[in-house]
């Protein structure tokens, strides 16, 4: 996903490790919005994998976008994008 997500929006993204997350992808715009994609599924302590979020266990891969202002223009581009689903969205 973070492929066709790169040409549609022309950024790169950088293929990232994590304990907690695994394998993901970010992506960080001028404005400092970052963008991830990532697996839903994430290792767990137990040694079996635990969901990232829990609501959306049918969902195998996340994209979560963090950013300083309106994400308005890249929303536009996101939805543009096909099989993509906004699940939800929030603002501090």
């Known amino acids: 996903m973070s492929d066709l997500l790169a040409g ?7 293929e990232r490790e994590s304990d907690y997350l695994g394998v993901y992808f970010l992506a960080t715009l001028a404005d400092t919005t970052r963008i991830h994609v990532q697996p839903n599924s994430i ?13 959306y266990p049918e969902v195998p891969v996340l994209l979560l ?23 939800r969205s929030s603002r501090s």
């Open 8 to 14: 549609r929006l022309t950024v790169a993204f950088t």
């Open 43 to 55: 290792p767990g302590d137990d040694g079996e994998d635990d969901l990232y979020k829990g609501e």
């Open 65 to 87: 976008v963090t950013s300083p202002g309106s994400t308005e223009p890249l929303n536009r581009a996101l939805s543009a994008v096909e099989g993509l689903t906004q699940l």
